[in-house]
């Protein structure tokens, strides 16, 4: 355990629960999320803010949570995707990622799911040009994409795929 | 083994009234713990007191390692343990023996472990391996199979003086005479690149000793049995005392085939310091330590008669197997099946040398030195199709084998849908209207043209190309079975255990579809266990397409047993003959009638506490009736074999190089569609996988060091990459599979390139034969084409009476209709960015 | 949140004059270009940071006396949907939104991009199009001492700006091009999302009775610094836009850009690349 005296406190919201811990300066949204919170739906893909594997919701933006400090997020709601589905109810875009098909080894799917969440947010009924471009930041080597477009759609022309 | 082998069982379909789960849309059955991010990869993994274990990498490609200093790196405050081969035994592995889990003496790729650290966060287990100090003596480095050959070479691997570890050779029929047979001859050299799985999760391992001395390992192996065996060796422990733990993977594609050395470190690392440790690698480490497809140069040569019969193939491959060995160096197995028996050919040779050097080495990559001999084969087919003027189509149709021939290799096609899906592919994507709309412009290929000026710079072109792969695994190890033990509780609840591994390919769905199917129960009835070794029954592993196959196969047998004995019971019961029961929605019925006759359960604890006392549970082991292949590489190694073709449509904008693909069609011969929504998956992943191949990515080496070592620079497909898809399955019914089903996890990445760089080459006039074709790369040829050929000469129509003629076509630049201004970029910039 | 050497997030520009002026501080802003560093090695993880993105100041976009004001924190999706910024400089909205990814876009800003200092920094070739002005802000005798430079005197080489330590860049100012111009900006990399820019290319130019009255030309990942393309502007200057002309600007583009061959491409296609864009884009213009 880090020593106190070289941790800062932090206090921000997460997934709507009030959170309130001491981390060393420099550590990560993402790292404080898996290693201190113990949410370890969002993952590490290669910490550098390309493949998406960690993106959050952060003040309803989505952002690679690699390249965030803890600290940044003072005050600042963070969701991920523990916090989407209440209950035994998956969330709309959970669900539908299930039923598309749109998960083989999972790895993405956090952080495809959270990208989504923030484009239906934005832009409810986006178009599949929107979709891709929303979602180009988000690597995935199993399904080749077309199952998660197709999972998006079927939200959006759902409607209500958020709340 | 029970039953016979040989003849598996198949169930005829059920009455009519028993809804089918076969060939139907399932999601996979893991998927709501994945969405929901609680499944839990090995990186999510704790135990309690777990420490944390780093490597450290040589990073320099070729040295003896003259004095290992780890004395500040055991004084930091938190570290537990620092290991370097002078503290472990060093036991060989790998195909070719000659890799060790740390090195001592010296280092042959900038890759190699040097020394190990475990500590109480990743935090210190970084710092400690940066306070190692390693004094190297550099060596000359060997960075090329050219540099490996040539007089006074440095020797890799002191076994192996001449850097030569391995030679394939492979032969039949008569070469000379095919040669002498063909009016057509081309030969060319083609290069495959390097390149990297890049699963989305890193590769590691968490390492666990009980009380007792027992060793749990959650792994990320694709092979839990062999590998267990092999790491049992390695370190030094009988292999009853090893269990595997498969947690959720982040991606497999053949990676987790073999044995690599963090795992064997990360055991030493939990012996000595008592306490599991987790290893986990960082992209970049991942980049840097894990083996990369097997890089090849092949040298082809083929020939045909005038009228389109293929009469030999020549082939020699060149495999730089880097600083160890791994599985790339038996990746010429495959390949020279595909060069013996894509296609009907009478004469074959093939030579393969597997040479040593410096870089970082290969491993197993879907498709395994498929989608390599691929390229180059189906790039040559169509390069026969222009020399001898005819469709591409026709000539692969014209040598297309039939069911039930049996290959020069000795493969069996019982079933063969290549036809099928050449003439499927072909019709889908309108593979003639295109053709000939294509040739109706001046200066395509194949067409009488002349003029180099260009209005417009975007070319559009058509190509196609085939695969041919095992569909029911290749009997490469002693046994190629895999084992089922099944059990139906008093509710009906069925518990599947199978030896299969699950790698985010959708094995387990399928398999509970299969045994839901079999014994009417509805699928969320279906519980299927497959990562424990403790628990499971032996299975050799997921690689060879192979697994819904023989999993599907054992399951349905085992799930066959289970239902004989709940109808057996229910007649008794019901005073009925077996004959007129069939089991359906959990419930007995009438077969004539489909009317409801009891419950599945109540028969069931009917049997357990009646006077029979007896609970249904029943066990399988199912070995496929393949042969290994003798020591000629011949032999039906597969009970059936996969087939495809896909067709792609391009654009390329000749005055910046890029490539775009604007459609794959494809038609692939699955036997028979068990999970409709996870074969397509297969498929779609398979493309974007060859497209990324064929394009963009490629592990960049120089001197033996990576350049690209991150996702900035190793370009994977995103989601604005992926063109339109148009699938089918053409379901030819093998005897052999579970409910007719062929394996397809490797196929959909196999064709891909070479349909792309054809479809290239009817745009442009231009042969690749050296991948990925980038822009530049594109560009640089374009270029040079401009430069090479005479402004206003028509092109000669080649003559088909000709004798063997060369092969490179003059490029041409074409000129399309007039059009407006370049294609511009959404976003309001001009040109592709 | 406990004050702290190790991480301050200072609400005044004044405060963060101070702060900045401690020798070893690093001023962090979107981290998107930084925190990588530290993951990878290649940048030591500093002893203080300093957070820039509680300033209001240095957030937002205005216009006020026909000028736009930019806050240097301004993140690059803000920018990039701005309405002023799309109203009165569609080109660089168009290179904002063109950076990485979504998720990069919504932390990274304009002043981190351009204090990366990347040669390919995709925002500073429409900056320079629009001759843009960077003010800079320094702990002063009394407050804060402020200078202003302009963007083409601001880059020195690859990573390095004229940014003195603890030197802050507040604010980017430009007037809007003139009225019925043409602009451009483009890309080109390996594949059409998550690039970093092989070569990009920008211009904007106005013609007046047949002949060009106003040229900029900016180059982009093909010299150490993002380039102003004076030669390819005086080939344009005076003249009509014809084929010739266009041809002439290519030329004068090949000749001064100073591209590397690296791990992405080589320098000769490089070369090629930025004229084959710069002339499509003159052509495009030709026919606007």
């Known amino acids: 355990m880090p020593h106190v005296a070289d941790t800062v406190e932090v206090a921000l919201v997460v997934n709507g629960e009030p959170v309130r811990r001491r981390v060393p300066p420099l550590a990560t949204l993402m790292d404080f999320l898996r290693d201190e919170l113990e949410l370890t739906g969002t993952k590490y893909g290669c910490g550098e803010g390309e493949c998406g594997a960690c993106s959050v919701l952060l003040d309803g933006k989505v952002v690679n949570s690699c390249l965030v400090l803890a600290l940044e997020c003072e005050g600042s709601k963070v969701l991920t995707v523990e916090g989407l589905n209440t209950g035994d109810e998956l969330h709309p875009i959970q669900k539908a990622f299930v039923d598309h098909g749109a998960i083989q080894c999972g790895f993405c799917t956090p952080g495809m799911i959270m990208a989504t969440y923030a484009l239906l947010q934005a832009n409810p009924s986006p178009t599949e040009h929107e979709i891709r471009r929303a979602l180009e930041g988000n690597l995935c080597r199993c399904t080749g994409y077309r199952k998660i477009i197709d999972a998006v759609l079927s939200v959006a022309r759902g409607g209500a795929a958020h709340g | ?706 350049l690209n070592p991150s996702f900035t620079d190793y370009k994977l497909c995103t989601t604005t990459d992926l063109p339109e898809l148009n699938l089918s399955f053409v379901e030819t019914h093998d005897p052999a599979g579970p409910h007719g089903a062929k394996g397809i996890g490797e196929a959909p990445l196999i064709p891909v390139a070479p349909a792309i760089a054809n479809a290239v080459y009817n745009a442009t006039g231009i042969r690749f034969t050296e991948l990925p074709l980038t822009p530049e790369r594109v560009f640089t040829k374009l270029k040079e084409a401009r430069a090479n050929q005479e402004p206003s000469r028509a092109r000669k129509e080649a003559d088909k009476n000709d004798a063997p003629t060369r092969t490179q076509v003059p490029s041409r630049a074409r000129k399309e209709a007039d059009r407006d201004a370049p294609g511009t970029q959404q976003g309001g910039a001009a040109t592709h960015g | 949140m406990t004050a702290s050497k190790a991480y301050s997030a200072p609400q005044t520009l004044q405060d963060a004059t101070r702060l900045a002026a401690d020798g070893g501080a690093t001023l962090l802003a979107g981290g998107t270009d930084i925190l990588p560093r530290w993951s990878r090695g290649l940048l030591e993880r500093p002893e203080a940071v300093v957070d820039l993105k509680r300033i209001a100041d240095l957030r937002g976009v205005t216009r006020a006396n026909g000028e736009i004001r930019l806050g240097a924190c301004t993140t690059l999706s803000d920018l990039a949907s701005d309405p002023i910024i799309r109203d009165a400089a569609l080109v660089l909205a168009q290179a904002a939104e063109r950076v990485a990814c979504p998720q990069v876009r919504n932390r990274a800003t304009i002043g981190g991009n351009l204090c990366n200092a990347s040669p390919a920094a995709d925002t500073a070739i429409p900056l320079i199009l629009l001759d843009a002005v960077l003010d800079l802000a320094t702990a002063g005798a009394n407050g804060v001492a402020q200078r202003e430079v302009p963007i083409t005197d601001f880059f020195r080489g690859p990573g390095a700006t004229v940014l003195t330590p603890g030197e802050i860049l507040t604010c980017i100012r430009f007037r809007p091009l003139p009225e019925r111009a043409f602009a451009a900006w483009d890309k080109f990399g390996t594949r059409p999302a998550m690039e970093i820019a092989v070569a990009s290319v920008g211009v904007a130019l106005k013609v007046e009775s047949g002949a060009v009255t106003h040229a900029r030309v900016a180059y982009g990942s093909v010299a150490p610094i993002p380039l102003r393309g004076r030669q390819a502007e005086a080939a344009l200057l005076g003249k009509p836009l014809s084929a010739e002309t266009i041809t002439r600007c290519e030329a004068a583009a090949r000749d001064e850009i100073a591209p590397i061959t690296d791990v992405r491409a080589s320098e000769t296609f490089r070369r090629d690349v930025v004229a084959v864009m710069l002339r499509r884009m003159l052509q495009r213009a030709a026919c606007s």
């Open chain 2, 1 to 706: 083994m029970g039953e016979s082998a040989v003849q598996p069982d198949v169930r005829s379909p059920s009455p009519t009234q028993v809804p089918t789960l076969i060939g139907q849309r399932i999601p996979k059955l893991d998927a709501p713990e994945k969405a929901t991010g609680l499944a839990r990869y090995v990186e999510d993994m704790k135990l309690p007191r777990m420490l944390y274990g780093k490597i450290l990498f040589a990073g320099r490609p070729h040295a003896r390692i003259q004095n290992i200093d780890t004395a500040a790196a055991k004084a930091l405050p938190g570290v537990r343990a620092v290991i370097t081969a002078a503290d472990i035994k060093l036991v060989p592995f790998g195909f070719g023996r000659d890799n060790t889990a740390l090195k001592k003496d010296k280092v042959t790729c900038v890759r190699d472990e040097v020394a190990a650290v475990a500590a109480d966060t990743p935090q210190i287990a970084a710092e400690a391996i940066k306070r190692i100090r390693v004094t190297y003596q550099d060596l000359p480095v060997v960075a090329s199979v050219a540099d490996a050959l040539a007089d006074g070479a440095p020797v890799i691997n002191p076994n192996v003086p001449d850097n030569t570890p391995f030679r394939y050779d492979y032969s039949h029929g008569d070469l000379e005479r095919g040669i002498g047979q063909s009016d057509v001859i081309v030969e060319e050299t083609y290069t495959l690149q390097r390149v990297a799985h890049c699963c989305l999760g890193t590769s590691g391992i968490i390492a666990d000793f009980d009380a007792t001395g027992r060793l749990t390992l959650y792994s990320l192996t694709q092979v839990p049995f062999l590998y267990k065996n092999d790491l049992a060796r390695v370190v030094g422990l009988p292999p009853e005392n090893i269990r595997v733990i498969q947690p959720p993977i982040g991606g497999g594609f053949g990676s987790k085939l073999d044995i690599h050395p963090f795992e064997p470190i990360c055991v030493f690392l939990a012996q000595k310091t008592s306490r599991p440790v987790r290893l986990v690698f960082s992209r970049q480490e991942e980049f840097l330590a894990m083996p990369t497809r097997q890089p090849m140069v092949i040298r082809l040569k083929s020939g045909a008669t005038k009228d389109g019969t293929f009469t030999f193939r020549d082939v020699h491959m060149t495999l730089d197997n880097g600083g160890h060995t791994s599985w790339g160096a038996t990746t010429p197995w495959i390949s020279m099946r595909t060069f013996s028996s894509l296609y009907r050919v009478p004469h074959v040779r093939q030579h393969v040398d597997v040479v040593y050097s410096n870089n970082i080495y290969a491993c197993a990559f879907r498709g395994y030195g498929n989608p390599q001999a691929t390229f180059a084969l189906e790039s040559q087919v169509d390069q026969l199709a222009t020399e001898l003027g005819m469709d591409p189509l026709e000539l692969r149709i014209k040598n297309a084998q039939e069911p039930g021939e049996t290959t020069g290799q000795g493969m069996i096609l019982g079933t063969c849908g290549l036809r099928e899906c050449l003439e499927t592919a072909a019709r889908n994507a309108g593979w003639q209207q295109k053709r000939s709309a294509l040739s109706g412009q001046p200066s395509a290929p194949n067409r009488q043209s002349s003029t180099v000026n260009r209005q417009s710079s975007v070319v559009h072109g058509i190509g196609m190309a085939s695969l041919f792969h095992v569909g029911g695994g290749a009997k490469i190890y002693r046994s190629d079975g895999c084992g089922t033990i099944l059990k139906v509780d008093d509710f009906g609840g069925v518990t599947v255990l199978t030896g299969s591994s699950e790698i985010g390919q959708g094995s387990e769905t399928a398999i509970a579809q299969i045994v839901a199917q079999e014994l009417g129960l509805p699928i969320k009835n279906i519980r299927v266990i497959n990562n424990d070794t403790d628990l499971t029954p032996w299975d050799v592993g997921v690689h060879a397409s192979r697994t819904v196959f023989m999993a599907g196969n054992s399951a349905l047998r085992a799930a066959g047993e289970a239902k004989r004995k709940i109808i057996n019971a229910a007649a008794v019961r019901l005073k009925r003959k077996p004959a007129e029961l069939v089991l359906s929605e959990g419930n007995v019925l009438d077969r004539a009638t489909g009317q409801r006759l009891e419950s599945i359960g109540k028969i069931i604890r009917g049997l357990h506490f009646g006077a029979r006392n007896e609970l249904v549970m029943t066990t399988d082991f199912y070995e496929p009736p393949s042969t290994a292949p003798d020591d000629k590489h011949m032999g039906n190694i597969s009970p059936c074999y996969a087939f495809g073709t896909h067709v792609a449509e391009v654009e390329v904008d000749l005055d910046l190089g890029v490539i775009k693909v604007l459609r794959i069609t494809a038609a692939h011969d699955v036997g028979r569609v068990i999970n409709r929504l996870g074969i397509e998956g297969q498929v779609e992943g398979g493309i974007a996988q060859g497209i990324g191949y064929c394009l963009t990515e490629e592990l960049k080496t120089e001197a033996g060091r990576i």
